[in-house]
């Protein structure tokens, strides 16, 4: 059996292992401000300890539970962090036992993630959160519905006597506003503002790029100084100081999730491997950027998710390596 070895053999071995030490420590249940504030003492030290940490969190954010099951093993071993001014890594994080580890690979720290690795605070702080495959509906009031989607964080608005509304942090929810409704809906997402009376719609935020879907009725969108009405089959999307022209787009391709599947239409192989990571834990790995250019059509339920690495093996003749933690080679 292969071992994962996470700490290579080298002058820079002990500084990586430590990385991994820190990286443990903060996103353990019980992390401290002031072990957030030794880290980052840590890290401004010495450029070196900047890289080592850099590399130890894309590690991490690649393989989490591969981390977890290394650590649980004894393949790695957490050395006691060494900087004075920090607080001592205690002997329950030098060698991680199952229960810890299981924590330390699914716990988040308050602070801004390197790469995208945990939660942001503004995450974390969200009224409701799903996990990875998780959906959930809620209703923020008696005429309006939202449905969240995968890695999906919202923050309800205060009352208004205006509007109904929440931020959509991140993630991807179908919002309907019945025609009873006593007052719009309206969803703030990365800057932008998307309005709705007696309409349904279907809204993705990406980092800092927003698709907005018209599903039924006529929803308004603005962004900066632009503003679109957007009725059923159209879509949008703003980021970055720009707004994308009005499309048509298929809803169902949109909404297959709500149903269980997800669905492509001649979509390069890339974005599908892409969107299936936000649904299956562990991380899918492209490693030929030619094979990922290759269009997809296809359905594939989301409780089957491993079929979409079948098909890339049988039709496009790929190599498909499984390793521990979930994690997933194609090349």
């Not at 290394?70 to 001592?88: E, N, T």
Request: charged share 25%; glycine share 6%.
């Amino acid at each position: 059996m292969t071992t994962l070895r996470l700490v290579p053999q080298h002058e820079d071995a002990a500084r990586e292992r430590e990385a991994i030490a820190w990286l443990v420590r903060i996103t353990d249940e019980d992390a401290t401000e002031e072990d957030r504030a030794a880290l980052k003492r840590w890290i401004a030290a010495s450029p070196d300890h900047a890289k080592a940490f850099s590399k130890a969190t894309e590690l991490w954010k690649a393989m989490p539970s591969a981390v977890a099951t290394a650590v649980k093993s004894g393949d790695v071993l957490l050395p006691v962090a060494v900087d004075r001014a920090a607080p001592v890594v205690g002997r329950r994080n030098f060698m991680i036992g199952s229960g810890a580890a299981a924590a330390a690979a699914a716990a988040y720290a308050v602070i801004d993630p390197p790469l995208g690795l945990w939660p942001s605070l503004r995450e974390l702080a969200a009224d409701y959160r799903t996990a990875t495959g998780q959906q959930k509906r809620i209703a923020i009031s008696t005429a309006v519905s939202v449905e969240m989607n995968t890695q999906t964080s919202i923050a309800l608005h205060r009352p208004s006597d205006a509007f109904h509304g929440f931020e959509l942090i991140a993630g991807e929810a179908i919002v309907g506003a019945d025609r009873g409704a006593d007052r719009p809906v309206q969803v703030v997402a990365a800057s932008g503002v998307t309005t709705a009376e007696a309409a349904n719609f279907d809204i993705r935020c990406d980092a800092s790029v927003v698709s907005v879907t018209c599903l039924s009725g006529v929803i308004r969108v603005q962004y900066r100084d632009r503003q679109v009405n957007l009725p059923e089959k159209q879509q949008v999307s703003y980021g970055g100081g720009e707004m994308s022209a009005v499309r048509m787009t298929d809803p169902a391709v949109v909404t297959a999730w709500q149903e269980g599947y997800l669905m492509f239409r001649k979509e390069p192989l890339v974005n599908v491997i892409t969107e299936v990571n936000r649904y299956r834990p562990g991380r899918i790995v492209l490693l030929d950027a030619k094979l990922g250019q290759n269009l997809v059509t296809a359905r594939f339920k989301l409780d089957r998710l491993n079929d979409v690495l079948v098909q890339v093996r049988e039709v496009f003749g790929a190599t498909v390596r499984t390793l521990p933690g979930g994690v997933v080679l194609v090349g």
